[in-house]
């Protein structure tokens, strides 16, 4: 068990619809990083944010979005869904943002867009 | 374009038998280098990585990998494979001066086992 909590595990929604992703990080992890995994892109990193701070952007379309409240959780906003982001949404965390500081990844969230 | 390539998409081996997972990596010096294994339905595991020091990088699980610098590769490697093995198995690269935002992956390889 990496600690990381992602719900829900398994999402079914409609094209145009919106839809918003969890994420507990691992006990005194900081940084929460979201990573999308699909078949044609495989794994890309989309945002990071540490200590409620976004930090970096990757590959995140603007209809996407995300926050990291006081509580360190964190949150994936995904609007006017596509059938194309279907994929397997995964959340980490690490402590600090040095790679010294191991990176925990949860199991993910599956999103299906129909 | 920094990029890392894993050559095999799918790899069956026989329980006992050993195994090497090939990764090759494009960039301009040396990154920090990653594996990482996906069991089905659960998030990523990190096998092992490489930042610098010993070539030869020993893991959880019985496995290892060796960094060679003039190949620019980075394979996985176990003895002997049990049939818990089975799973998918990430390489991944940062940038020296990166953190976890800069994370590259390769395509994956599924490891099939057979008894």
């Known amino acids: 068990d990496s600690g990381v909590t992602q719900t829900p595990k398994h999402l079914i929604t409609a094209t145009g619809q919106r839809v918003t992703l969890r994420c507990s990080p691992r006990s005194g992890d900081l940084s929460v990083y979201w990573y999308q995994q699909s078949l044609d892109q495989g794994l890309q990193f989309l945002i990071q944010y540490y200590n409620g701070e976004e930090r970096a952007k990757g590959n995140i379309l603007e209809r996407f979005s995300a926050q990291q409240f006081p509580d360190l959780h964190s949150e994936l906003n995904l609007s006017s869904l596509e059938l194309g982001d279907s994929a397997l949404y995964f959340c980490?965390?690490?402590?600090?943002?040095?790679?010294?500081?191991?990176?925990?990844f949860g199991n993910g969230t599956r999103l299906t867009v129909t | 374009a920094q990029s890392v390539t894993q050559p095999d998409i799918h790899i069956t081996v026989s329980e006992g038998a050993s195994l090497e997972l090939r990764c090759n990596y494009s960039y301009g010096a040396t990154p920090y280098l990653f594996w990482y294994v996906q069991s089905p339905g659960q998030g990523l595991q990190l096998l092992l990585k490489y930042f610098s020091g010993d070539t030869l990088v020993q893991g959880i699980k019985g496995f290892e990998a060796e960094f060679k610098r003039s190949q620019s590769s980075f394979n996985l490697r176990k003895p002997s494979v049990h049939w818990s093995d089975a799973a998918e198995y990430f390489c991944?690269?940062?940038?020296?001066?990166?953190?976890?935002?800069?994370?590259?992956f390769g395509a994956g390889t599924r490891l099939a086992v057979h008894p």
């Open positions: 980490a965390s690490s402590e600090r943002t040095d790679n010294n500081s191991p990176l925990h």
């Open positions: 991944a690269v940062v940038p020296f001066s990166g953190g976890y935002n800069k994370l590259i």
